[in-house]
């Protein structure tokens, strides 16, 4: 089973930046999407970014619409890692942060919470 470790996250102001980390123990297919979440208090959870290995050694992203141009997603397969640099940090970006697969869901970590507050 693959277990996912979040971390990273913090208090910042608005307009800084973040950089979150997902280690993965287990194995899983670079083929298959991974992605960030978020949930903010009182909402559900909902899907951030996403990315993919592709055949050629590239990757393939997608964002939501309210962090792109902000968010970056990576991965570095050898290490079992993947990144979302967060710039330009919003008040609504607050939320705590999960890593998971994207479609069959593993078992959640803990997350990271991001607080964005001045």
């Known amino acids: 089973q693959v277990q996912f470790v979040e971390s990273g996250g913090g208090l910042v102001q608005p307009g800084g930046s973040l950089r979150l980390s997902c280690r993965v123990s287990?194995?899983?297919?670079?083929?298959?999407?991974m992605g960030w979440y978020r949930q903010a208090p009182g909402k559900q959870r909902e899907l951030v970014a996403s990315?993919?290995?592709?055949?050629?050694?590239?990757?393939?992203?997608n964002y939501a619409d309210a962090v792109k141009g902000r968010f970056t997603i990576s991965r570095e397969n050898a290490k079992n890692t993947m990144w979302l640099q967060m710039n330009n940090l919003k008040p609504d970006d607050t939320a705590v942060y999960y890593c998971?697969?994207?479609?069959?869901?593993?078992?959640w970590g803990q997350g990271t919470q991001v607080t964005v507050s001045s």
């Open positions: 998971n697969t994207v479609g069959s869901l593993s078992a």
């Open positions: 990315i993919t290995t592709l055949i050629t050694g590239g990757h393939s992203t």
């Open positions: 287990g194995s899983v297919s670079n083929s298959l999407f």
